[in-house]
């Protein structure tokens, strides 16, 4: 039996379980990880640390709660898809070649830039922007940052695969691989801590320090780990549009 195959025949509680199980792990794993990660390249004298501000003193209380809901939202989220696929909205391959999977992650990867700047820009209309309030509160941000999210923008975040899905037979490890590499460079880009001092702020590698420009000057840089939509949409934002009074951030 494939994963595909065991993935639709699971119940709806056991899916609900497995999703809570695997964001919550994508969770842990990412922050402990990238904050051991910080640490050691600072020691070494590799990269530089973007803000050296001390944290608010509710601040990882506040983000750990409100990834908490979050974690609950992706996790039991997963009934969407797994509905998708109960109802025939949606099929997966039943076997697919190691270059299609290849070439499925890069195809969801482009699709989940495009899918968080559409919905990042959304949250800074006046609309929505009081639903984005609580994740701008880490001014300094920290990896435990990541999913600190109101519910609303979980949920808007949340459904990048369910498009794609419909769309395209997708293999189950190319789906499951979006919310990993999601996870892995959004850690990245709430580090706080720029890995390539030395190359562009437009450069893939300088993920960290455009959304740290974003979180000092919120009117720009909406895009997710790369530039390219920015450029396209010329919300790009750099060190000299950034005022002189929150540079630092």
């Known amino acids: 039996m494939n994963a595909g195959t065991w993935f639709v025949q699971l119940n709806a509680w056991q899916v609900m379980a497995l999703g809570l199980a695997f964001f919550g792990a994508l969770y842990l794993l990412g922050g402990l990880g990238m904050t051991w990660l910080t640490r050691a390249l600072s020691r070494r ?10 944290l608010k003193p509710d601040q990882l209380r506040r983000e750990w709660r409100q990834s908490l809901h979050s974690v609950l939202i992706f996790g039991t989220g997963m009934i969407v898809p797994w509905g998708f696929l109960q109802l025939g909205w949606a099929h997966l391959a039943p076997t697919a070649s190691a270059g299609r999977i290849a070439l499925e992650i890069v195809a969801l990867m482009i699709w989940n830039d495009v899918h968080f700047w559409i919905n990042h820009r959304l949250l800074h209309t006046r609309s929505l922007v009081r639903f984005h309030g609580d994740h701008h509160r880490s001014v300094v941000t920290t990896p435990w940052s990541t999913y600190s999210f109101h519910p609303i923008e979980a949920l808007m975040l ?7 899905m419909v769309v395209h ?3 189950f490890w190319s789906l499951a691989a979006v919310p990993v590499l999601s996870l892995l460079l959004n850690v990245i880009g709430h580090s706080n801590y720029d890995f390539f001092p030395h190359v562009s702020n437009t450069h893939a590698l300088a993920a960290s320090r455009r959304h740290h420009l974003h979180h000092a000057r919120p009117a720009g840089n909406y895009g997710f780990a790369l ?3 920015d450029r396209i949409m010329r919300t790009q934002v750099t060190t000299d549009t950034v005022p002189a009074a929150r540079s630092a951030r």
Not at 45 to 54: I, S
Not at 158 to 164: E, R
């Open 45 to 54: 004298g590799m990269g530089r640390p973007l803000d050296t501000r001390p």
């Open 227 to 229: 530039a390219f939509m």
């Open 158 to 164: 949340g459904n990048v695969i369910l498009l794609p």
């Open 169 to 171: 037979d997708f293999c």
